[in-house]
């Protein structure tokens, strides 16, 4: 069984459109993050909540909303998409603390035209 | 911005042991260090994690120097599959018993057959 899912793999859209991408993880674990991965490979956090509450928001356009249904689930919707957009974006999760490893999921790659 | 410094990349000849370093000389008591791949199109998958006392697991080691300012990981006998970019990271505390891990660009490790 996958321990952490994203869809889509692939999102290819328009400037100015609204997207969504879903992450789920079956690990039971508190915490989740996404994270950007841009052209140049450099991996930046942008949120992470646990147990559905906001606690690491870097900064990160407010065109970019988090939405925790529930603990095992982090979606990230973006709204008016710009092309710098463009970039892998990962969820991962992991228990509370810093000696948890954190699970990533296997990204999607958003491109912007 | 990441607090380690890594060597851009590494080269190994496979079933050679591969000791990638890392400095972070800014450390603090409660940062945890863990280190990370990731392999072409995919997510990042943890390696190995520690605090004070060297480690060990079934992926590699970490000898972490005494005054904590640098680390080494190490990876006994390279197989083409250890080809991949290394992270080394300080998961440092966000409050609350959460952590947040900052990668640099790190250390893209070859193994030639």
């Known amino acids: 069984d996958t321990a952490v899912s994203q869809t889509p793999k692939y999102l290819v859209t328009q400037m100015g459109n609204d997207k969504s991408i879903k992450c789920e993880q079956n690990?039971?674990?508190?915490?989740m993050y996404w994270y950007k991965q841009d052209s140049k490979k450099f991996l930046k956090i942008m949120f992470s909540y646990n147990n559905k509450e906001l606690i690491i928001n870097e900064t990160v356009p407010n065109r970019f909303s988090p939405k925790s249904p529930d603990k095992a689930h982090l979606n990230l919707h973006i709204n008016s998409l710009e092309l710098g957009d463009s970039a892998v974006y990962f969820c991962?999760?992991?228990?509370?603390?810093?000696?948890?490893?954190?699970?990533f999921g296997p990204g999607t790659r958003l491109t912007v035209l | 911005d990441a607090k380690t410094t890594q060597p851009n990349s590494m080269e190994s000849n496979e079933e050679e042991p591969v000791h990638l370093p890392c400095n972070h000389s800014t450390i603090s008591g409660t940062d945890y260090i863990h280190w990370y791949r990731q392999l072409p199109s995919q997510g990042p998958e943890y390696v190995i994690h520690?605090?004070?006392s060297n480690v060990n697991n079934r992926m590699a080691s970490l000898a972490i120097a005494e005054d904590r300012k640098s680390s080494t990981l190490i990876l006994h006998r390279a197989t083409l599959r250890d080809a991949a970019v290394y992270y080394c990271i300080l998961a440092e505390d966000s409050g609350g018993s959460n952590y947040k891990l900052t990668f640099g660009k790190g250390t893209l490790l070859t193994v030639n057959p």
């Open positions: 690990l039971g674990h508190d915490t």
């Open positions: 991962a999760s992991s228990q509370v603390g810093g000696e948890d490893t954190q699970y």
């Open positions: 520690g605090l004070t």
